[in-house]
């Protein structure tokens, strides 16, 4: 079974300065990641995907990811980080075509 | 494009009754998943229906059962509530994206309360 680990629950910044969020991954072959975004009392917005055309992944809001094999890790970046980015962020898998596998989250704060 | 609604967004119920939520996909989407997000367990998949067929299963008691119409329309329904399933619950509908990935839209979610 493939799966995803967030490694921070909480992450704070500052606004203005860059953003990391950590997420690894556990598959047997190649697989699909995805971040989703997660605002209060909101549904899930799609932010970026791999899908192994390419290792750079953009997405929206300015947001990038990095897929890295050999550390099995696709972590989420972003250069400044602004007030309205202040949300839950979900690391996701896909898994037997459509059935997601989420990580734990991680909650971003963003101080101005 | 309209994207996913659930009705209704707010619902309490009491222990052992039934609850029947909605979910309608993005126009074009055949495919609808669902999902049980909780405090303690995060976000679980439910079921995926395809063409009126249920294609996946998650590890959910069979007390949580669902069904997809023939316009893709879905609802899920949940028999002899617990306080535990109260959640929010999010449907997802999908389309065949480039490559072999889903790419999923989430609906608002359906809050249920159980007391």
């Known amino acids: 079974a493939q799966s995803v680990t967030q490694l921070d629950s909480h992450v704070s910044v500052s606004e203005g300065t860059p953003v990391l969020l950590r997420c690894n991954y556990s598959?047997?072959?190649?697989?699909?990641l995805f971040w989703y975004v997660q605002h209060p009392n909101k549904g899930l917005q799609l932010l970026l995907k791999y899908t192994s055309a390419a290792t750079l992944v953009k997405g929206i809001n300015g947001f990038e990811a990095e897929f890295k094999k050999s550390e099995t890790s696709f972590h989420l970046t972003k250069p400044s980080a602004h007030m309205s980015d202040a949300a839950e962020y979900f690391c996701?898998?896909?898994?037997?075509?459509?059935?997601?596998?989420f990580g734990a989250g991680t909650i971003l704060r963003v101080k101005s | 494009k309209a994207g996913v609604t659930q009705t209704p967004r707010y619902l309490i119920k009491t222990r052992g009754q039934q609850v029947t939520l909605s979910c309608s996909p993005i126009?074009?989407?055949?495919?609808v998943s669902w999902y049980q997000q909780t405090p303690g367990q995060g976000l679980q998949f439910l079921f995926e229906?395809?063409?009126?067929?249920?294609?996946n299963k998650g590890n959910f008691p069979g007390r949580f059962s669902g069904r997809q119409f023939s316009n893709s329309r879905s609802e899920m329904n949940v028999s002899t509530l617990e306080l535990g399933d109260s959640a929010l619950y999010l449907c997802?509908?999908?389309?065949?994206?480039?490559?072999?990935?889903?790419?999923?839209?989430f609906g608002p979610g359906t809050r249920l309360t159980v007391t």
């Open positions: 996701v898998v896909s898994e037997e075509g459509n059935k997601l596998v």
């Open positions: 126009s074009g989407h055949r495919s």
């Open positions: 997802a509908s999908s389309f065949r994206a480039q490559g072999s990935s889903y790419e999923q839209y």
């Open positions: 598959s047997s072959y190649s697989p699909s």
């Open positions: 229906y395809f063409s009126e067929t249920q294609r």
